[in-house]
Structures are given as C-alpha cells and as structure tokens.
C-alpha cells in the first residue's frame, strides 16, 4: 500500500544549537521558542 504523500503548506525550519555546558542553550532555546509562541508560530510550554 502507498504511504499518503506528506504535505509541505507549511514552513519548517532545524536549528542546532551547540556549546558548552551550563553556556545557555536551554535558555536561548526557550526563549526563541516563547517569542515564536507569541507570534502564533510555536507551542511553548
């Protein structure tokens, strides 16, 4: 049986992040993630 093709309507971006421990990647993840949840763009929990 054929899979459904997968539908690309909307954008979708990978970002990696790398450094040292404790350096705030967690951090700048989170608040990357929030100000993208304020503008519709992302869940942030």
């Known amino acids: 049986m054929a899979k459904e093709k ?3 309507s909307l954008p979708h971006v ?3 992040t790398i ?3 404790d ?3 967690t951090t700048l993840t989170a608040a ?3 100000v993208m949840a304020e ?3 992302a ?3």
């Open 23 to 25: 350096h705030g990647k």
């Open 32 to 34: 990357i993630t929030k």
């Open 6 to 8: 997968f539908d690309r």
């Open 39 to 41: 503008a519709g763009r």
């Open 14 to 16: 990978n970002i990696g």
């Open 19 to 21: 450094g040292h421990v």
């Open 43 to 45: 869940d942030f929990k």
